[in-house]
């Protein structure tokens, strides 16, 4: 069984490292050359951030694009503003029977790789694995937690083989038939962090420690709740809030993936977070200011990013 992972930063190396420890082929694939390039000549060395244990697995690895070709699963990890040109790219590579997966962040990737791939192949997933990309060849595993995937028609029997894989991975990893409301529920989650540590450049643990900043996270998180009870999604949790609080306290040493991003000159995924939000509400007549805000601070800090 070929698995191929397109989007070798933090988060696809370490499901691309675990992998290796079944007995599957599995690739990591990227554009960043000095990542692969360490990795092939050192291993993928990834670091555990509660304990600082290591261990190094060696996946192979490429930056040739046609080495994808013919994989039984594909994993998107890029950044959700590459999602839809890489679904493009390779849409002429998957087989009949390639089962194509988005663990990505924020709200919006499914429905692109649908539109591409179509719904008997595409699945939906959310995970509370954390990974920080430390340096070329090296990432940081900085929260664990589980795994839930669906596929977009809702047969799913063809995913328990990928469900299992991952389990002997030590990924903890169930199917889960009702996948919308786990990826609204890990929204609100990103929601109410992932900005707010691109804007101060704090680790996730340290915005609890400044009451300014904890009521900012509120009244992101309620803008949010505000919307999702308009749409009729069912959280995972009882207290959205004390979720958002929890999680950052989880993963305090966690860099969120938009500040990585910040912290390495690229595009945030903010229009797939709060954006997402902001767009949820426009339709539905709910105000949000607070999340328009930081969704503009967020879009100008990025356009400064790029200059």
Known sequence: MKIAIVGAGAMGSLFGGFLTRTSNEVLLYDINKGHIDAVKRDGLIVEEAASGKTDTYKPEVSCDPEDVRGSDVIIIFVKSTATERVARQFESMAKP???VVTLQNGLGNEEIIRKTFGEK??????TSQGATFREQGRIIHAGT??????MSDRKNERLRFFVEMLNDAGIESYIEDDIENLVWSKLIINVGINALTALTGLHNGRL??????????SDLVLEAVSVVSRRGITLTYTDPLEAVFNVAEKTARNRSS?????DRKKASEIDFING???R????LGIPVPVNSTVTRLIRTMDTLNQE
């Open 97 to 99: 029977d390639t089962i």
């Open 121 to 126: 192949r595409t699945a939906a997933g959310v």
């Open 145 to 150: 937690g589980p795994t839930y995937l669906c």
């Open 208 to 217: 609890l420690d400044f009451p300014e900043i904890r009521q900012v996270m």
């Open 258 to 262: 938009m500040l990585q991003d910040f």
């Open 276 to 278: 997402a939000i902001v």
């Open 280 to 283: 949820e509400a426009e339709k």
